[in-house]
């Protein structure tokens, strides 16, 4: 069989790859504070021994994300928080560790512990946070977290915590299949008191879903292309085999 048969199943295969990338950025296109993730493609020469490569394979790769800004979406809701321009909130990941998001979604368990809306502790100063029974909550632009406690007048309104916002070289962190992001080399998050929320307000996804889209349907046609030419190699190696059989 003509090994120009795996150049097209290699091309296939990494369209397949490279789809898949692109149909999870579509299908956040509506996750608060989902960053986009990039994908390209390259070519990797195949060489046998000394001399130019006598193919060159594909390789679909995500090599960064996207870290551009999403809008603000008004909610009104106290407990929603968007951070303004650069930064992340903390929070504990499901391994125990501490990792980024852009997510503000915040609720208070029943055990009085803030955690996103998709159930991770958030983390604040000496720990994660965790409130007393509340009438009232409120979010300053520097992350204070002032709360009304049950059975109080509103005017004992009390600090009672800060939410963790750093701001670490973007070059230094990476996102890990789970959506959060984490250091490359490890190491601890450093807080930023120039980071600032606003509350009432969530970030939306920073996917821009025409572009998506059409880079999907682009690699469809990439894949159809590398379908025929898969066929058209294998019509070729049945042509060839008829033709030894004349001689």
């Known amino acids: 069989m003509d090994r120009a048969i795996y150049i097209a199943m290699t091309g296939a295969k990494n369209n397949m790859l490279a789809q898949t990338a ?3 950025n579509l299908a956040n296109a509506n996750t608060h504070g989902f960053r986009a993730d990039f994908e390209q493609a390259r070519s990797m020469g195949v060489y ?4 130019l490569p006598t193919r060159a394979y594909s390789q679909s790769e995500r090599p960064a994300t996207d870290f551009s800004f999403g809008s603000l979406s008004q909610t009104g809701r106290n407990l929603d928080a968007a951070i303004e321009r650069d930064g992340f909130f903390v929070v504990t990941a499901p391994d125990g560790t501490e990792a980024l998001t852009r997510v503000g979604n915040f609720v208070v368990s029943p055990e009085g512990v803030l955690h996103t809306g998709n159930g991770l502790p958030v983390m604040g100063e000496g720990g994660i946070i965790s409130l007393p029974p509340i009438e ?9 977290i002032s709360i009304q406690i049950q059975g109080q007048g509103p005017e004992a309104l009390a600090n009672v915590n800060r939410l963790r916002l750093v701001n670490p070289d973007l070059d230094t962190i990476e996102k890990s299949t789970d959506g959060l992001f984490r250091l490359k080399d490890g190491g601890e998050f450093f807080d930023d008191p120039n980071v600032t929320v606003v509350a009432g307000f969530l970030e939306t996804s920073n996917v821009n879903v025409i572009d998506e889209f059409t880079k999907v349907l682009a690699l469809s046609r990439q894949y159809e292309t590398q379908i025929k030419l898969m066929s058209t190699v294998e019509e070729n190696s049945d042509a060839s085999v008829r033709l030894l059989q004349l001689t």
Not at 48 to 51: A, C, K, N, R, S
Not at 136 to 144: C, E, L, N, P, S
């Open 22 to 24: 692109h149909a999870n």
């Open 136 to 144: 009232k909550i409120q979010i300053a632009r520097d992350g204070t």
């Open 48 to 51: 046998y021994g000394d001399g």
